[in-house]
């Protein structure tokens, strides 16, 4: 190995704490310097960058940055400890009652851990045979295949579309809408700003920049977050934050972060942060927007030319309709914990100047999620900069660069999620027994539990489907959604689960048939280099050939398409290379105007194609210009403050405009607080992709606390508990019971605490309430959805407690293969 245990260790120590770094912290040991020249370099990309690997005698032994990302994120180092995980899927594998006794087995064993290595066709002739006989005894109601979360990177393999490809062909299932990360926000702002918003491209940083007097970090750690991509990342944004960073220092933009944590942008950017109790920012919009409208600081020129719905809106906040109660900061201090006089000073500062409001995701992620989203474009419209450089309100600036200017390149496309002929499918029973064929995402665990129920989203009504199968492809399902034991419950009602992925995650081990995937370097791809600057089209050559039996995606689902007489139709008749450079050429043919791509095997020797720097632009410029040719599209064409379709969907937990509605569990004096006072934080992590790269062991030992996933908490909570740094803790409620290790810190509030989603799931044994060994949040997460309207997650309506942990600890059982019975 060039780089040995110690020497990587050392060298992750010697860090910052900012997880940036530059290509020196990444570059060989003298020991290995004369080992630069053995073996070849090649590029590749991922969610964390693009980079370049050294690889020799078959085996990746180096990695570097890849020279145009001037911002590298240190994840890079963990590349290698996924690829040579001990937790890789080595060989088809099924679960042992499962193998014995088929859909009759016992589900209760489910978890166990126990399975049985078989061939690959044994393994896919099961997984055909489930198909079929799902089909046939029951429908396509009974058959849910729409789960699908981050992927790996590559547009060839795009692990999701090659599964619902194949899946489909062969007949109809149940499908998903929505997603975790943004359920509540891409649902509401279509009916208050026209689109998702969640997943559109920004105002450019420049403008922002140059224009922008106050800009306030709402709920969003761009630092933290912006190290991932969905495409190859670029991490461009970097740049704008080191420019940022002097302006905030020379005092020419002030900015704020309002936040119940001290996050790591806000300490990279030395400015100020508003603290907020958790869950109670709509309170303290509500009064902000009490202030500017008794104050007369909003604009009402702006409101009755490009909004409707404010006189709707304004009688709640003065307390003359619905609940009686005038929304002032008086009012708000007592659930917001903000003083009054200084709710006050938040809105005249935001009213004085050009202000930018900047939301991250965290904040809707919660119960009755939809309304800060909401609040946030009311106060935004009534700032009246809605449409000007550095004004307005952005949803997005920490995810994927959103912000950097872009190219307007098009991108290559992927491999077709679909079948190419509606009539291209072995069965094409298409009765779904009255039941749902799409649900929302967050919902699946509730079909199972109550197939039948008929439920309210976003002014449907869906009747639960009565899932009988799932199957999951490069999709972790048992990190992304909530209450493990909840979960256990359902899984034990489903008759077969497979999953197709290179690790065992806690999904595998909860399966009954696992097909192991290669990883994205171990085949041949090509991928955006930057999601939205679209600054270029990177290279992912093949690093080594697929571990142990693994195979890829397009294989895969080849050999099974082959079972059902749909491989032809399936491959269009294509090698994986042909579909490479059937991309890249696509790609080029849509560029041939503006840029000048070269032709498939140049770009395949140099490794990319770059754009250059993109445009700067300014979001919803052109509806503030003349709002009648470029509507919003709203059921108005205009901002919806107030929102007559939903209004006459009734729902009582989102009406007709943005309001306060109180939380099943809330801390600092609402409900549940008494017995558990702690609010759990579970964001987004600082050192992995959600659930990937937490296999990756060296990485991880950088970061875990005795092996187990960090607790960050506050000093003087610590302190009541006795709880040191360093310790053990056992956190609790009543939906579960984990372990992790305390990280006291200044940086959380009383009364707040954070887990990092990803953390990977080891209970003791499959029962109903085991131990978790790691530190996984979803054991303690509440599963219930949003509102009415969105139905999505609200993994942040979590209180919990914990106490030191006494007595031998359990081993941590999240990683490692399976126990392989014969």
């Known amino acids: 190995m060039a780089i040995t245990r110690r020497g990587f260790l050392k060298g992750i120590l010697a860090t910052s704490a900012s997880t940036l770094i530059g290509p020196s912290l990444l570059a060989v040991s003298n020991d290995a310097a004369a080992a630069e020249t053995a073996g070849s370099w090649k590029v590749s990309g991922s969610h964390w960058g693009a980079f370049r690997a050294r690889v020799y005698a078959g085996k990746v032994q ?44 016992d589900t209760s064993q489910r978890g166990d851990n126990r399975f049985i290595r078989v061939t690959w066709d044994e393994a896919l002739d099961l997984f055909y045979q489930e198909l079929e006989r799902v089909q046939k005894d029951y429908g396509p109601w009974a058959l849910h295949a729409g789960q699908t979360g981050w ?7 795009s692990c999701g579309n090659h599964m619902q490809r194949a899946v489909a062909m062969h007949g109809f299932s149940v499908n998903k809408v929505g997603d975790y990360s943004t359920g509540a926000g891409q649902t509401i702002m279509p009916y208050v700003l026209g689109t998702t918003e969640v997943y559109a491209q920004g105002t450019s940083w420049p403008l922002i920049l140059d224009n922008s007097k106050t800009v306030v970090l709402w709920a969003t750690d761009l630092m933290k977050n912006l190290q991932v991509g969905w495409a190859c990342e670029t991490h461009e944004s970097f740049e704008y934050l080191e420019q940022l960073k002097d302006k905030v220092a020379n005092k020419q933009i002030r900015v704020i972060s309002v936040d119940p944590v001290r996050t790591k942008t806000q300490k990279y950017l030395d400015c100020e942060q508003r603290y907020v109790n958790p869950q109670a920012d709509v309170p303290f919009m509500l009064a902000i927007a009490h202030t500017l ?32 109660v005038e929304k002032t900061p008086e009012w708000a201090e007592a659930i917001c914990g903000v003083p009054a006089d200084e709710i006050r000073e938040f809105a005249r500062l935001l009213a ?17 999620g939809e309304q800060p989203y909401w609040m946030g474009a009311v106060i935004a419209a009534m700032l009246g900069q809605i449409g000007l450089p550095g004004g307005g309100v952005s949803y997005a600036h920490h995810y994927s660069s959103i912000g950097v200017p872009s190219t307007g390149a098009a991108a290559p496309g992927a491999f077709p999620r679909n079948p190419d002929k509606p009539n291209e499918r072995v069965h094409m029973n298409q009765d779904f027994k009255g039941y749902s064929s799409t649900i929302p995402v967050a919902r699946w665990i509730d079909a199972i539990m109550e197939p039948g129920k008929v439920i309210n989203a976003n002014g449907a009504k869906i009747t639960l489907p009565d899932i009988k199968m799932m199957v999951f492809s490069g999709c972790n399902p048992w990190h992304h959604h909530q209450d493990r034991n909840r979960m256990k419950k359902a899984f034990q009602k489903l008759e077969t689960v497979v999953s197709i992925d290179f690790t065992w995650t806690a999904s595998c081990r909860f399966s009954d048939i696992v097909l192991p995937a290669c990883t994205q370097w171990e085949r041949n791809d090509l991928d955006l280099y930057g999601s939205y600057s679209n600054r270029g089209i990177i290279a992912m050559h093949k690093l080594v050939d697929p571990l142990y039996q693994s195979k890829t995606d397009f294989e895969i689902f080849t050999l099974l398409t082959q079972r059902f007489g749909k491989s032809k139709e399936y491959t269009q008749g294509k090698s994986e290379m042909e579909w490479v450079k059937q991309l890249y050429d696509e790609c080029a043919a849509a560029n041939k105007a503006k840029f000048d791509m070269p032709d498939f095997m140049t770009f395949w020797k140099e490794g990319w194609v770059d754009f250059g720097k993109g445009k700067n632009w300014t979001r919803q410029a052109d509806f503030r210009e003349d709002p009648e040719i470029n509507a919003l599209g709203t059921p108005s064409g205009f901002i919806e403050i107030f929102s007559r379709k939903i209004d006459r969907y009734g729902y009582d937990d989102c009406q007709g405009h943005p309001m306060w509605f109180e939380k099943a569990e809330r801390s600092h004096g609402g409900p549940g607080s008494e017995e558990f006072p702690i609010w759990l934080q579970s ?8 659930s990937q790269m937490c296999d990756s062991e060296e990485f991880r030992a950088t970061y875990a606390v005795q092996g187990r996933e960090p607790l960050y908490i506050n000093p003087e909570d610590a302190k009541k508990r006795g709880i040191k740094d360093g310790d053990l803790v056992r956190v609790f409620n009543k939906r579960g019971q984990l372990l992790a290790g305390a990280v006291v810190s200044e940086d959380y509030a009383k009364g707040v605490a954070r887990l990092q989603e990803g953390a990977w799931y080891g209970p003791v044994d499959e029962t109903i309430g ?6 996984d949040p979803n054991t303690l997460t509440m599963d219930i959805g949003s509102s009415q309207l969105a139905q999505a997650t609200s993994a942040n309506t979590c209180l919990v407690e914990y106490e030191k942990f006494t007595g031998k600890a359990p081993a941590v059982s999240s990683f490692g293969g399976p126990k392989e019975m014969s």
């Open 62 to 105: 180096e990695i570097k940055p890849f020279e145009a990302d001037k911002y590298p994120t240190e994840m890079l180092k963990g590349i290698k400890g996924i690829l040579y995980s001990p937790s890789r899927i080595r060989y088809p594998m099924v679960r042992y009652d499962w193998y014995l006794k088929r859909n009759k087995s």
């Open 151 to 157: 992927r790996q990177t590559g547009q060839v393999h």
């Open 293 to 324: 409208y008794t104050e007369e600081l909003y604009d009402k020129e702006f409101l009755n030319t490009y909004a409707l719905g404010f006189e709707d809106f304004i009688p709640y906040v003065t307390g003359e309709s619905k609940d009686k």
């Open 352 to 368: 004085s100047d050009r202000t930018q409001l900047i939301f991250g995701w965290c904040i809707q992620r919660q119960q009755h």
């Open 683 to 690: 964001c987004h992590p600082d050192k992995r992709l959600h």
């Open 770 to 775: 085991a131990l978790d060994t790691y530190g």
